[in-house]
C-alpha cells in the first residue's frame, strides 16, 4: 500500500470526537468485518474504527470472511473486490444468503462504473474508492448502521403510490404484484420519496435525511441511487420517479 491509499483528512480525531458515539441497541459495542488482503490498510482502518469503539474483525480472504461472519455477525461489512481466493461479489452473494440483512460497503480499487453499478445492484449498500479518505469512510459506515435494523428496527409502516407498496417492518417492495429486490440505501431512499409523494425534494434534502452523513456529501451519489432506484421500480411500466428540473425529484403515480 503506498501513503496515497489513504488520506488521513488532517485532524480527523478532533472531527470525529465530537460525535456521539453509536452501540447496538442493547448498549453493546457494534461490530465491524473487514475484508481485504491489504494488511497495512486493515491496520489503520481498525485503528480508526476502534477509536470510534467499535470491534472489528479482519480477514484476508473470502474464506476466512465467511467463517467470521457466520461465526459472529457483524453489524457492518467493509468489503474488497479483489481477493486471493474468491471476489468481494461471490462474498456478497453468499452473505445474502443468510437470515437477516447486514449492510455491505465496498472498499476497492477498482473504480469503473461497471464495476460501481455491479456491486450496488447486486446488493451493495454503498461503493467506495481507494484512494479514500478515512473520515469518509467513518461517515459511510455511521450511515449505513443508522439505517440498518440491527440498530433501529423498522416501524410498521405500509406505504403506497399507485401499484407500488412498501412494507417497512417486513422490509420489501412490490409493484403491481411483483416482488422488487432492493439494497437497504435504496430501500431508505424509497421510502423517503414515497413518504413525501407528490412533492419535489431536492437532492441535498435527500442526502441529508436518507444517507445522513456527518459531513458534507455529494449530492451526485443521489442521482445514481435514483438511476438504480428507476432501472428497479419502474422497469417495464409507467415512470412513478420523475426528475424535477432544478429542484431534485418526485414520486407520483400519473392519471
Known amino acids: 500500500m503506498t501513503s496515497a491509499e489513504v488520506d488521513h483528512a488532517g485532524p480527523r480525531r478532533a472531527i470525529l470526537g465530537k460525535l456521539p458515539r453509536m452501540h ?4 453493546s459495542n457494534l461490530r465491524t468485518l473487514l475484508v481485504d488482503d491489504e494488511r497495512a490498510l486493515t491496520n489503520l482502518i481498525r485503528m480508526a474504527l476502534r477509536y470510534e469503539g467499535w470491534d472489528v474483525d479482519v480477514a484476508h480472504d473470502a474464506a476466512e470472511a465467511m467463517e467470521k461472519f457466520r461465526t459472529d455477525p457483524p453489524d457492518v461489512v467493509v468489503l474488497d473486490i479483489m481477493l486471493p481466493d474468491r471476489d468481494g461479489f461471490a462474498v456478497l452473494e453468499e452473505i ?62 405500509t406505504l403506497q403510490v399507485g401499484d407500488l407498496f412498501l412494507d417497512s417492518a417486513g422490509h420489501c417492495v412490490t409493484r403491481a404484484g411483483q416482488s422488487i429486490s432492493l439494497s437497504s440505501t435504496e430501500f431508505e431512499l424509497l421510502r423517503y420519496l414515497m413518504r413525501h409523494a407528490r412533492r419535489a425534494v431536492g437532492r441535498q434534502e435527500i442526502l441529508d435525511r436518507v444517507w445522513n452523513y456527518d459531513f458534507g456529501g455529494k449530492s451526485s451519489i443521489v442521482d445514481l441511487y435514483v438511476s438504480y432506484l428507476r432501472k428497479k421500480v419502474d ?20 392519471g
Open 24 to 27: 447496538r441497541a442493547d448498549g
Open 96 to 157: 445474502r444468503g443468510n437470515p437477516g440483512y447486514t449492510p455491505i460497503l465496498f472498499l476497492t480499487a477498482r473504480d469503473s462504473v461497471h464495476d460501481r453499478v455491479t456491486g450496488l445492484t447486486a446488493g451493495g449498500d454503498d461503493y467506495m474508492t481507494k484512494p479514500f479518505n478515512l473520515e469518509e469512510l467513518v461517515a459511510r459506515l455511521r450511515g449505513l448502521i443508522r439505517r440498518s435494523a440491527q440498530m433501529a428496527p423498522a416501524a410498521e409502516e
Open 235 to 254: 422497469a417495464g411500466h409507467p415512470p412513478l420517479i420523475h426528475t424535477v428540473r432544478g429542484v431534485g425529484y418526485v414520486l407520483r403515480a400519473d
